[in-house]
């Protein structure tokens, strides 16, 4: 996940195919019979007239001015969520799918690619941790995402994979939890599945699956949910299936054809 969302909007026309009038009918359900009068030709005339001046206007451009006061009053189509509340724009809502929301799309990101990468590291703690916990976290991963780590991965000091070789770490939740959850902080895991390795002919470290819960502690704090701390622990795994394996060429296209999402619920 980049910290920011992707999102679709769609929306419909409305159009009349016909228009039928009907004309009323006498008590009993009778039909009137043949006008004569020349009072109700006038009234059919007058019907007549005016609904072919509604479809007249209906169907004008107008003015700017018209197009304007139209445009304000439309109303803005925008994707929704499964649940049926529209996914948040900037932040994460402040209830308990907020939450399960912005676990998810964190989950993405402490798993990615970019957390190897001291250049794009120190943003993502910003983004995601609060700020008290920001300090000690960026020297847990920089010891952990060491410069002997990275090139026992196949990934040079800048967290890059050598020449002719793609790198893969990406995350996708399955599912979300909320086992805690207050107006000022939550407890949410996440079940996902990832791919991990690296796209190479001589390669060590060819690109696996796996399957494991994240478990993060947020706190609602400027406006929006922020992780205090996270844990991992492995599974649940399906059995696996007979998928025959791609090879080194097959899995560095995929990598480089099919971009990763973005917003993760």
Same mark, same amino acid.
């Given at each position: 996940?980049?910290?920011?969302?992707?999102?679709?909007?769609?929306?419909?026309?409305?159009?009349?195919?016909?228009?039928?009038?009907?004309?009323?009918?006498?008590?009993?359900?009778?039909?009137?019979?043949?006008?004569?009068?020349?009072?109700?030709?006038?009234?059919?005339?007058?019907?007549?007239?005016?609904?072919?001046?509604?479809? +007249?206007?209906?169907? /004008?451009?107008?003015?700017?001015? !018209?197009?304007?006061? %139209?445009?304000? #009053? *439309?109303?803005? =189509?925008?994707?929704?969520?499964?649940?049926?509340?529209?996914?948040?724009?900037?932040?994460?809502?402040?209830?308990?799918?907020?939450?399960?929301?912005?676990?998810?799309?964190?989950?993405?990101?402490?798993?990615?690619?970019?957390?190897?990468?001291?250049?794009?590291? +120190?943003?993502?703690? /910003?983004?995601?941790?609060?700020? !008290?916990?920001?300090? %000690?976290?960026? #020297? *847990?991963?920089? =010891?952990?995402?060491?410069?002997?780590?990275?090139?026992?991965?196949?990934?040079?000091?800048?967290?890059?994979?050598?020449?002719?070789?793609?790198?893969?770490?990406?995350?996708?939740?399955?599912?979300?939890?909320?086992?805690?959850?207050?107006?000022?902080?939550?407890?949410?895991?996440?079940?996902?599945?990832?791919?991990?390795?690296?796209?190479?002919?001589?390669?060590?470290?060819?690109?696996?699956?796996?399957?494991?819960?994240?478990?993060?502690?947020?706190?609602?704090?400027?406006?929006?949910?922020?992780?205090?701390?996270?844990?991992?622990?492995?599974?649940?795994?399906?059995?696996?299936?007979?998928?025959?394996?791609?090879?080194?060429?097959?899995?560095?296209?995929?990598?480089?054809?099919?971009?990763?999402?973005?917003?993760?619920?």
């Amino acid at each position: 996940m980049s910290l920011g969302d992707d999102h679709q909007s769609s929306g419909g026309h409305g159009g009349m195919s016909g228009t039928r009038v009907r004309l009323p009918e006498e008590e009993g359900g009778h039909r009137r019979g043949g006008r004569s009068s020349s009072r109700s030709l006038v009234t059919v005339v007058g019907v007549v007239v005016l609904l072919i001046a509604a479809i +007249a206007f209906a169907n /004008r451009g107008g003015d700017a001015s !018209d197009s304007s006061d %139209a445009a304000a #009053d *439309k109303p803005k =189509t925008s994707s929704t969520a499964p649940s049926g509340t529209a996914p948040v724009q900037s932040g994460f809502a402040h209830d308990e799918q907020g939450a399960q929301s912005a676990a998810a799309n964190y989950a993405v990101t402490l798993v990615s690619a970019d957390i190897l990468k001291p250049s794009r590291r +120190a943003e993502i703690v /910003r983004q995601v941790f609060v700020d !008290d916990k920001q300090a %000690a976290l960026t #020297d *847990k991963f920089n =010891t952990a995402y060491s410069r002997e780590f990275l090139s026992s991965i196949g990934l040079d000091e800048s967290g890059n994979a050598a020449q002719g070789s793609t790198y893969v770490s990406r995350t996708m939740p399955i599912g979300t939890k909320a086992t805690q959850y207050s107006d000022t902080a939550a407890t949410v895991e996440v079940w996902c599945t990832g791919v991990f390795g690296t796209a190479g002919e001589k390669t060590t470290r060819p690109v696996t699956s796996d399957w494991f819960t994240l478990t993060l502690q947020l706190r609602w704090v400027g406006d929006d949910w922020k992780v205090e701390s996270f844990s991992q622990k492995d599974g649940p795994a399906p059995v696996p299936g007979d998928n025959k394996a791609s090879n080194a060429d097959e899995m560095s296209k995929a990598v480089q054809e099919y971009g990763g999402f973005t917003y993760a619920r």
